[in-house]
């Protein structure tokens, strides 16, 4: 389980590829499956977690710091019942934006110069 009441100080974005998580927002929540993506910004509170009914949760996330033009990709749709989400239909993107994630977070852990562009 993350707990954050306060959210954090960039923006946080979750991806399921396999399983399920479960998104708290008050006494409301949302199931995240696979092929879906929630954005969270900052200092939105954030509360996910595994999906008990599920059991497992295959998911990819990244915290970052957006640059100005990004700024248009961000408006996502936004529910009443937590952060804004996405659902990725296509195959082919759905495996580029796996790759994607997983080449952030292998050049992240390398600590080169640059790796937080």
């Given at each position: 389980q993350n707990w954050r009441p306060h959210g954090s100080g960039d923006?946080?974005?979750?991806?399921?590829?396999?399983?399920?998580?479960?998104?708290?927002?008050?006494?409301?929540?949302?199931?995240?499956?696979?092929?879906?993506?929630?954005?969270?910004?900052?200092?939105?509170?954030?509360?996910?977690?595994?999906?008990?009914?599920?059991?497992?949760?295959?998911?990819?996330?990244?915290?970052?710091?957006?640059?100005p033009h990004w700024r248009a990709w961000l408006r996502w749709p936004r529910p009443p019942d937590g952060p804004a989400r996405l659902r990725v239909t296509a195959p082919e993107i759905r495996s580029g934006l796996v790759q994607a994630l997983a080449r952030l977070v292998s050049l992240a852990r390398r600590g080169w110069d640059g790796t937080d562009e």
């Amino acid at each position: 389980q993350n707990w954050r009441p306060h959210g954090s100080g960039d923006w946080l974005l979750l991806y399921t590829v396999e399983g399920a998580g479960l998104l708290a927002h008050g006494r409301a929540s949302a199931t995240l499956l696979p092929g879906e993506a929630a954005l969270y910004p900052p200092g939105e509170p954030q509360d996910y977690r595994t999906d008990p009914e599920t059991g497992a949760w295959s998911l990819r996330w990244a915290h970052f710091q957006p640059r100005p033009h990004w700024r248009a990709w961000l408006r996502w749709p936004r529910p009443p019942d937590g952060p804004a989400r996405l659902r990725v239909t296509a195959p082919e993107i759905r495996s580029g934006l796996v790759q994607a994630l997983a080449r952030l977070v292998s050049l992240a852990r390398r600590g080169w110069d640059g790796t937080d562009e």
